[in-house]
């Protein structure tokens, strides 16, 4: 045997078992992951049990959408409406604006629409901040006309 030949041999040797083990791992992890993919579609293929599942997020998101509407309302009423009127609004008073009712839509949010959502959307914050930058332009503030 040439001098290659024996390096690749031996580093072939050092690696295999390492190798075996990895795809091992992989292989039981996909599994796992085709187990959890079957369960849910279990859960889906059941008419009854989708319609409980669509009526429950649909319940937690109308909640969620209160709580963040109540939210800016808040906001706008402690902060909003009077850093605007003495013309004191700066993206800092924004920013802070939104912390506040962000901070107020986690808090009010109930158990039972924090478990549903959070299914739903792993990030809940992260939905509950884009709900609210989605209702933002709606709300009435002194300074704005009510949405219509």
């Not at 024996?6 to 599994?31: D, E, Q, R, S, Y």
């Not at 706008?76 to 506040?100: C, H, I, P, S, Y």
Request: hydrophobic share 45%; aromatic share 6%.
């Amino acid at each position: 045997m040439d001098m290659w030949t024996t390096i690749a041999l031996a580093a072939a040797k050092t690696v295999l078992p390492f190798a075996m083990a990895a795809l091992t791992g992989f292989i039981t992890k996909g599994w796992q992951y085709l187990i959890t993919q079957e369960e849910h579609l279990r859960i889906s293929k059941n008419a009854k049990a989708n319609a409980a599942i669509r009526e429950g997020l649909e319940w937690a998101t109308t909640e969620a959408k209160t709580v963040v509407e109540d939210a800016i309302n808040m906001v706008n009423q402690t902060l909003v409406n009077d850093a605007k009127a003495r013309g004191t609004w700066t993206e800092e008073t924004a920013q802070q604006a939104f912390r506040m009712a962000l901070t107020a839509a986690e808090k009010n949010l109930s158990l039972k629409a924090k478990d549903i959502l959070g299914q739903q959307y792993p990030m809940l914050k992260d939905y509950l901040a884009l709900l609210i930058e989605s209702r933002v332009p709606l709300a009435a503030t002194k300074t704005t006309k009510a949405a219509s």
